[in-house]
């Protein structure tokens, strides 16, 4: 499930909360932040033991009204024994948090596969599912195109199950190469060429 807000969205998966901070928070009044900071926790509540990674990545600078709600949302999660890792590649977001002192409390990572390890949870968790789905359905589109050219059944079935397949397939494909890890991306963006290949193929079949 995913809640969406102009400074922040949260994609909440089985085992594990990713939140990431946008941009936008960096001119947003500190009763908004400190909003933001009462809705991420009121939407990690009643986890037990959380497993939270916070997302810096979008990020090219911090204001310290940032970094005290991510306190704050890291000694709730602390709170219901749970643990936080915190997503941050740029030199300036980093700064701010070593002159915080909290690199010494929070396990800082380069990118979000390195996060979900340092978790303990899978990288791939919740985005195979969407994989594997991707895949089923660019087997129903490939069937589809089959039954196209050998002719021996209803065209307007073989044309359902191709194009069916082939958009389900593309739609699934973006959304696992959005919201996947590294590894995942590569499955997403194979699913969305496959889709795209049987769909044109589909096409050029009816003209």
Same mark, same amino acid.
């Given at each position: 499930? #995913?809640? #969406?807000?102009?400074?922040?969205?949260?994609?909440?998966?089985?085992?594990?909360?990713?939140?990431?901070?946008?941009?936008?928070?960096?001119?947003?009044?500190?009763?908004?932040?400190?909003?933001?900071?009462?809705?991420?926790?009121?939407?990690?509540?009643?986890?037990?033991?959380?497993?939270?990674?916070?997302?810096?990545?979008?990020?090219?600078?911090?204001?310290?009204?940032?970094?005290?709600?991510?306190?704050?949302?890291?000694?709730?999660?602390?709170?219901?024994? $749970?643990?936080?890792?915190?997503?941050?590649?740029?030199?300036?977001?980093?700064?701010?948090?070593?002159?915080?002192?909290?690199?010494?409390?929070?396990?800082?990572?380069?990118?979000?596969?390195?996060?979900?390890?340092?978790?303990?949870?899978?990288?791939?968790?919740?985005?195979?599912?969407?994989?594997?789905? $991707?895949?089923?359905?660019?087997?129903?589109?490939?069937? $589809?195109?089959?039954?196209?050219?050998?002719?021996?059944?209803?065209?307007?079935?073989?044309?359902?199950?191709?194009?069916?397949?082939?958009?389900? $397939?593309?739609?699934?494909?973006?959304? #696992?190469?959005?919201?996947?890890?590294?590894?995942?991306?590569?499955?997403?963006?194979?699913?969305?060429?496959?889709?795209?290949?049987?769909?044109?193929?589909?096409?050029?079949?009816?003209?």
């Amino acid at each position: 499930m #995913t809640a #969406t807000d102009t400074n922040y969205h949260i994609d909440q998966h089985g085992t594990y909360s990713a939140v990431t901070l946008l941009p936008a928070m960096n001119n947003a009044q500190w009763s908004d932040i400190e909003q933001a900071g009462t809705d991420i926790m009121g939407r990690l509540n009643g986890t037990k033991s959380p497993a939270v990674l916070v997302d810096l990545t979008p990020l090219n600078y911090m204001g310290s009204s940032m970094v005290a709600m991510i306190v704050r949302c890291w000694k709730n999660v602390q709170s219901n024994n $749970g643990k936080i890792v915190v997503v941050c590649n740029n030199e300036v977001v980093r700064e701010v948090i070593s002159l915080a002192g909290l690199t010494k409390v929070w396990p800082i990572v380069e990118n979000r596969e390195d996060g979900l390890k340092e978790l303990g949870v899978s990288s791939t968790e919740g985005g195979s599912y969407l994989t594997i789905a $991707g895949i089923v359905a660019v087997v129903v589109g490939v069937i $589809g195109a089959v039954l196209m050219l050998v002719g021996n059944v209803d065209l307007n079935v073989a044309r359902g199950l191709l194009f069916g397949g082939a958009g389900v $397939g593309f739609l699934l494909g973006l959304v #696992t190469l959005v919201k996947s890890a590294e590894s995942g991306r590569f499955w997403g963006l194979g699913i969305v060429l496959a889709s795209t290949a049987i769909a044109v193929f589909g096409f050029v079949q009816q003209s």
